[in-house]
């Protein structure tokens, strides 16, 4: 089986709870429950989506006490049950999940602004480049690091 949850709205909130339950004959009950919310962080832009939930499978297999017999017939002791139950519905399993989704909606840059961030990457480069002449290698290289 496979489950695909909803992704993060970018333009509003939204919730979810479920609830669910069931009974084995001769074991113990089932029941499972889950929440899960979303909303914009900021319109348009930013959003998240997080969710909860918990399973129990009721067991149905008691594990038992024994004490061993000596059995002539063979070479090892006998197990016998004495009456314990140790574990009732010793098979349940318990599942928790948790999940927390971010969509971010990255817009591009438009052409104006591009060209002055180019400009402004290209006369930095330039004002390192000039630094660089009157530095030595190897200052020069530990500034670029940082």
Known sequence: MRFIAPEPDLKKPSGYARADAAITDGGSPSYEGGVAFGAPIIDDVLAFRASLSFRRDGGWVDRVGYTLSPNAAAPT?????????????????????????????????????????TSACR????????????????????????
């Open 77 to 117: 002791p006998t197990p016998v049950y004495n009456g314990d139950t140790t574990a009732p519905n010793s098979n349940y399993q318990e599942t928790t999940t948790a999940r927390l989704a971010v969509k971010w909606k990255v817009t591009t840059i438009s052409r104006s602004r591009r060209r002055s961030t």
């Open 123 to 146: 006369s930095t480069t330039r004002r390192l480049i000039g630094l660089r002449s009157r530095i030595p290698a190897g200052v020069f290289i530990a500034m670029a690091m940082r």
